[in-house]
């Protein structure tokens, strides 16, 4: 029933209870976290080549590990800098491993030469202007590499925190901006209803007051004058 395997004895009688036995081999996927862009590659400046960084771990025999579609498996235990040379040697000059170090399957995508710097493979591309970021995967297995597993998992979670709060932190700014932007279209919006619902009569009126006060103010100066000039005649 379902995964349960019933044994029936073949005569009648009791029977010794068989003994079960068995083992887990553990095997954790990695992602691509691990490629980084250095430089995106321009088609319009010349000499400007994409360059990806691959960062490595160690394998162990059985462990695999697969770039752009290229899988290294290993049949010995491999440091990060050996992986990393394997792998520049094979994109670069297509040179296999020996048989005792491991072996590789499938077929690199293509358009990159690689160099090894300790555990880091550099990816340059070929020719100028952009390429597609590579894939990055490893498959590691058993309960040696548990620790290891459980690091790169925790790294993984501690990433998506970070982006996590990132992401949180750009959304309270986008809200804040639009609060400002919507501010602004209000006030916008009563300007421009101020401009084109004019009073007309009451801008009239208060015009025609403006010239009532101007029509006094020139007689004040008016007689402000003849006053002064009275007073000036007093000395000639």
Do not use: C, H, W
């Not at 430089?39 to 160690?58: E, F, I, K, M, P």
């Not at 590990?65 to 040697?89: D, Q, Y």
């Amino acid at each position: 029933l379902g995964r349960v395997l019933t044994l029936t004895g073949q005569n009648f009688g009791p029977m010794g209870t068989v003994s079960v036995d068995g083992s887990v081999t553990a095997r954790v996927a990695l992602s691509s976290s691990n490629v980084t862009t250095q430089a995106a590659g321009s088609n319009g400046v010349l000499g400007v080549r994409a360059v990806q960084t691959v960062t490595l771990y160690d394998l162990n025999a059985g462990d695999s590990a697969t770039i752009g579609g290229l899988t290294l498996t290993a049949n010995t235990n491999l440091t990060p800098s050996e992986v990393a040379s394997l792998f520049a040697s094979k994109i670069t000059a297509g040179r296999e491993p020996g048989s005792n170090l491991g072996a590789f399957s499938g077929t690199f995508v293509g358009g990159f030469t690689g160099v090894s710097t300790g555990s880091t493979l550099t990816l340059t591309g070929t020719s100028y202007g952009p390429m597609a970021t590579v894939t990055a995967s490893q498959m590691v297995s058993g309960q040696a590499n548990a620790p290891k597993a459980i690091a790169l998992i925790n790294q993984f979670i501690s990433q998506i925190s970070s982006t996590q709060a990132s992401l949180s932190a750009a959304s309270t700014d986008l809200n804040s901006a639009l609060d400002k932007s919507t501010k602004l279209v209000t006030s916008s919006q009563k300007t421009v209803d101020d401009i084109q619902n004019i009073d007309l009569t009451a801008l009239q009126a208060s015009l025609q007051a403006l010239s009532t006060q101007q029509s006094l103010d020139f007689q004040v100066i008016s007689q402000m004058n003849n006053a002064a000039s009275s007073l000036l005649a007093i000395f000639r």
